[in-house]
């Protein structure tokens, strides 16, 4: 059963340009929707996060934006850049939880 | 930093051997995660452990177990190496619940013949 459906499997963007990945949840106890950028040869690492009492956060050219009737939320990249190019996993959990639920990962590449 | 650093970053073994991957966090952190990373099925968890000897079963235990002797070390076993569980494996720790981050290592890539 996958609880965090993540599209597309894989992006090509032009530098400059925005990149967009969605992900939708299943779980109305989740509370908690941070995503992991992971450059190849590395772990994932905690790029930003948000929580559902929020439609929006923003972190440089990294938006996060939430929507809780429709169980969805997407990564914006804004003037994308070649060193942007990674996999990008969208998570959720609860607060309690101790542990993340992933989505299926997001192979990004930006060409100059 | 938070450092979390596994054993090997490449291991290959064959069919039916007893096969332990290692991880070892520098922070004290309370939790530990083994998730395995597959192309188009994203990050699965596999077993984590909330406290030293204490363990729960992931999305995908089967074939594998676990062992935290020591707050800082975390194993994976796989009792029996099978050809499907080729795959990149990935430790994690993380300090309490709620939004604080996962600190992953780096993968070991394990290659089952």
């Known amino acids: 059963q996958q609880q965090v459906k993540q599209s597309p499997q894989s992006l090509i963007v032009q530098k400059g340009g925005i990149s967009i990945i969605n992900c939708a949840y299943e779980n109305t106890a989740f509370d908690y929707f941070p995503w992991y950028q992971q450059f190849p040869g590395k772990g994932p690492a905690l790029l930003i996060a948000?929580?559902?009492?929020?439609s929006e956060k923003k972190e440089g050219r990294f938006t996060i934006s939430f929507n809780k009737s429709a169980k969805q939320f997407s990564l914006h990249i804004m003037d994308s850049q070649p060193g942007d190019s990674a996999t990008y996993f969208c998570?959720?959990?609860?607060?309690?939880?101790?542990?993340?639920?992933f989505g299926t990962g997001t192979r990004l590449q930006v060409t100059l | 930093d938070v450092k979390v650093t596994q054993s090997s970053r490449y291991l290959v073994k064959r069919t039916g051997e007893k096969v332990f991957l290692e991880c070892v966090q520098d922070?004290?952190?309370?939790?530990m995660f083994w998730y395995r990373q597959d192309p188009g099925l994203g990050l699965r968890l596999i077993y984590f452990s909330y406290d030293v000897k204490m363990k729960e079963k992931g999305d995908i235990p089967e074939g594998y177990s676990v062992s935290r002797e020591k707050k800082e070390r975390f194993s994976l076993i796989l009792e029996s190496a099978s050809t499907n569980q080729t795959s990149m494996y990935l430790c994690a720790s993380r300090e309490g619940q709620g939004s604080s981050p996962l600190h992953f290592g780096n993968g070991t890539r394990l290659t089952v013949t």
């Open positions: 922070m004290d952190h309370e939790n």
């Open positions: 948000i929580r559902p009492d929020v």
């Open positions: 998570a959720a959990s609860t607060g309690t939880a101790s542990k993340l639920t």
